[in-house]
């Protein structure tokens, strides 16, 4: 009981800074749309000699008096965190060309919380390339979050394309805090920068509509979810009975704690679907490929990972 109100509190904290937005209706009606299309198309992700695609890094590391890490070894940490996201995305057919690494001493950057000045700042300034070019920011946000990314989005305006990115804290490349100290944050943020919606989704974003319920994430093959899980439990099943099938998108079975797209610790964290991988696939001709700017204007939705509570961070 002594936890229970920092378990509260930071329960609290999760859903306000982890997507509080549900999708716009754009958002979701393009889900919609994959979906449906995917279901007139052979079921089953594209493979990669049929799929592949180089995807253009470049990785940005914000240096503040208070940073807490280890500029010696951050070079080789940025390299190997190029290797676990090409490891990992092997099977999707997406890989990752590091281009350059800049890094930028600023003192008024202490904090790229999403929606921030500091935000704005920080990829105003440094956002190379267009909406194919994977900008990712390495620096504190504070908050305990670990990371966060934006959605592709066909409507995206100037402004959201300039913020269009990922942000990871630097502790979370190989070799960083455990529990998540394997890149797979990375690996997580870039799901959603293809378009992937948490497992459990809409659940931690919107906590009157657990993941038992509605549209889930729009994937068919990933199991209803309630709310994230931490850790790494050996079975977890937060969706049962009536429940299980009241989620408009998805299997029988018990949670996707080994998917990407959830909250686990690192060591957790193994594979996509192959509807996730198609997802993805899909999003990426359709949104990333084809985007030109000048859109309307739609919010930006920054969606994040959390440390789980008590791990330390
Ligand atoms: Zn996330």
């Not at 690494?101 to 920080?122: D, F, K, L, M």
């Not at 079975?235 to 909250?263: K, L």
Request: include cysteine.
């Amino acid at each position: 009981m002594r936890f229970l109100p920092v378990l509260l509190g930071l329960s609290a904290l999760v859903s306000a800074r982890c997507g509080t937005q549900p999708p716009s209706e754009h958002v979701k009606s393009r889900h919609r749309y994959f979906l449906e299309k995917e279901d007139r198309e052979d079921s089953g992700a594209v493979t990669r000699d049929v799929f592949s695609t180089t995807i253009e890094t470049y990785v940005h590391v914000i240096l503040t008096n208070s940073t807490g890490v280890n500029t010696t070894s951050l070079p080789s940490q940025i390299l190997q965190q190029i290797d676990v996201l090409n490891d990992n995305y092997y099977d999707t057919g997406f890989s990752f060309d590091l281009v350059d690494v800049t890094y930028t001493r600023n003192n008024n950057w202490q904090q790229i919380s999403y929606q921030s000045q500091t935000e704005w700042e920080v990829k105003s300034s440094l956002r190379q390339g267009n909406y194919t070019t994977l900008n990712l920011y390495l620096g504190t946000i504070g908050g305990g979050i670990l990371g966060f990314a934006t959605f592709p989005d066909d409507l995206s305006s100037p402004r959201e394309f300039t913020l269009d990115g990922v942000v990871v804290d630097p502790n979370t490349l190989p070799n960083g805090k455990a529990p998540y100290d394997l890149g797979i944050t990375a690996v997580h943020e870039v799901g959603h920068w293809l378009n992937l919606f948490h497992t459990f989704q809409p659940g931690n974003n919107d906590p009157d509509l657990p993941g038992c319920f509605g549209h889930g994430d729009y994937i068919r093959d990933t199991p209803a979810e309630a709310f994230a899980a931490f850790g790494c439990p050996r079975v977890r099943d937060t969706c049962r009975g009536v429940n299980e099938t009241s989620n408009a998108y998805s299997v029988p079975g018990t949670d996707p704690i080994h998917n990407f797209m959830d909250y686990t610790d690192d060591r957790c964290l193994t594979h996509f679907t192959p509807g996730q991988v198609r997802r993805m696939q899909n999003s990426w001709v359709e949104e990333r490929e084809a985007y030109q700017a000048g859109g309307s204007g739609l919010p930006f939705r920054p969606v994040g990972r959390i440390a789980r509570p008590g791990s330390g961070w």
